[in-house]
């Protein structure tokens, strides 16, 4: 990355910037510092805030860039979260497991150990076997790999099937759904072999970092998601620009164009595809240890659409675009649903927001496509004349 | 003379409709071609085959010295051995400058990593300054392509197809919709380019294809009905037939 990609791309640096300087605020004014004006739970908000911007850029990406409308890449992204959860659940059972054993006067064979620890673990559906794909749950390292191949292999083949069949549009769309309802409903079994519906809980305590307080872990967390976007900003940035966001727009804008110019398109489709699925894994990883618990239906089909709407939202084809959906949409959402808006009383109908926020959403996501396509990022063309 | 692309027995239907009907059709290596015929005739249809966008029910497609088949190959393969495509309606990428155009085009390594990978070059540069003066855009290289005039995306979607650098160049009606000046400035960088390649042009203006000067072949119902030079096939009593015959001609 040279002084022409910077150049090139001022909204890098003007991003890193107000990232930068949002997370020095964020930081200082957190419990972690003393000083407590922003509280570890609205911390929490915060870090998880900025990994779904980091997945809503791998989106913009895939969709905004490439023009292909994956409304599956949330089941990377909890995919990544899984992968993590293991360990973390794993690693935390094991400890609680050694501890209340140690006083035992016949020490206990490895065997009964790690039959303790798979009944902790999977009591919740019956069972106490640790089912195969727990395998590697005892490494950091290993779960951490998880994190990236897992996303990585799954959108490489399900791409390769799709991309190759040149399945385009709405029926790649309507796919991609199939493939996270899918693994939603295969999640939600109570032998998938990750508890059912109970998911994996306790994500938030952190294994070998029992005795520091949540409002450190959630700091580090919270920089650690911000380090995550940045990076995932300025790789993207790079991407999308020079010759291979060339090709890459113009597989969006007219894909018959680009493979009679020699281009083979599926490659460049299922390297655009295959990526961002890897980096929604990421964001995922980085966002459930500060939820503190994942089950299948965090990735339900309507998650993936969430996504799309934010981008549509924030702006497709600009990467602060799809920051800024991610960002307002979802701290909206949680203000809504959370209550955090005063309810509307009528007299005659209470509009309660609970109920509510969906309907608005629904109502800005078709406004926004209806009078402003470029979406709230379309604004900044207004400040900046971009020069010809 | 060994020929560039033989064309050999190919039919193709849709729906049970003979689009092209037993073709047979031969290009050398660096000669300016008109193909001309009513609508319908099986003109596009014609480049879909060769250039992999239809495959056809019978016949065969031979390419080069070494006469590949061009029949199992793809769009993107038929592409880098060297046949490049304009397409009826200008298809350029309008949301990007007319320099990113040429630059796509530009006869390079077109594999993911080494796209991703690619740095800017002097020569690449020269290339594109070389196209852009060759159509006339040099003025416009930094305009975003939608900008353009219709006749200049013409120009632009040709020099992208120079920048490509192949041996055969099919141009599926270039100068519909273009002024009289735009059509002989067509014509000029046609020819030109017809000078070390192989350029095959459909084209319904008589007018025009009398300024190419060159072979004619006179397609109807997706067969030969004619060739050679223009004077001679305009006079062919079938070609007046037709021509005459059909409203729309
Ligand atoms: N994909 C297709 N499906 C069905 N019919 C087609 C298709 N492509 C072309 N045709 C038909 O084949 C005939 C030849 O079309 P075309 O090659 O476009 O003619 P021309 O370019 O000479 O005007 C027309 O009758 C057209 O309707
Ligand atoms: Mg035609």
Known sequence: MNRTFTAQNPSVLWFLAALSLFTITVTLLSEATGVGLISTSFVKVLGKTLCLCLVALAMDVVWGYCGILSLGHFAFFGIGGYAVGMWLMYARTEGIVLESLSGQVIPSTPQEITDAIGNQIFGVVGSSEFPLIWGFADSLFLQLAMVVLIPGLLALVFGWLAFRSRVTGVYLSILTQAMTLALALYLFQNDSGLRGNNGLSGLQNIPGYENTPQSTISIVFFLASALALALGYLFFAWVVSGKMGSVV???????????????????????????????AGIAGALYYPQAGIINPGEIAPIASIYLAVWVAIGGRGRLYGAVIGAAL??????????????????????????DWWLVLLGFSFVAVTL??????????????RKPR | MSMLLEVSGVSVSFDGFRAINNLSINFAPAELRAIIGPNGAGKTTFMDIVTGKTKPDSGTVIWGERNI????????????????????KPTVFEEQTVRQNLAMALKNPRGPFAVLMHRKTVANGQRIEEVAEEIGLTASLTRRAGELSHGQKQWLEIGMLLAQEPRLLLVDEPAAGMTVEEREKTTDILKRAAQTRAVVVVEHDMEF????????????????????????????PKVIEVYLGRADA
């Open chain 1, 249 to 279: 727009k113009g597989i969006r804008d007219n894909e018959a164009r680009v493979r009679f110019l020699g281009y083979h398109v599926e490659s460049y489709k299922l390297f655009i595809f295959t990526i961002t699925a890897i980096v």
């Open chain 2, 69 to 88: 088949s061009l029949l199992g190959m793809s769009e993107s393969q038929i592409a880098r051995i060297g046949i490049g495509r304009k397409f009826q």
């Open chain 1, 329 to 354: 949409v979802s701290l909206l959402s949680s203000w809504f649903t959370g209550g955090g808006a005063p309810n509307i009383n009528m007299g005659f109908y209470t509009v309660r927001w609970t």
């Open chain 1, 371 to 384: 009078f402003f396509p470029k979406g709230i990022g379309g604004l900044f063309d207004y400040l900046v």
């Open chain 2, 209 to 236: 294809v009398r300024r190419l000067d060159c072979k004619v072949t006179v397609l109807h119902e997706g067969a030969v009905l004619a060739e050679g030079k223009l004077d001679s096939v305009t006079s062919n």
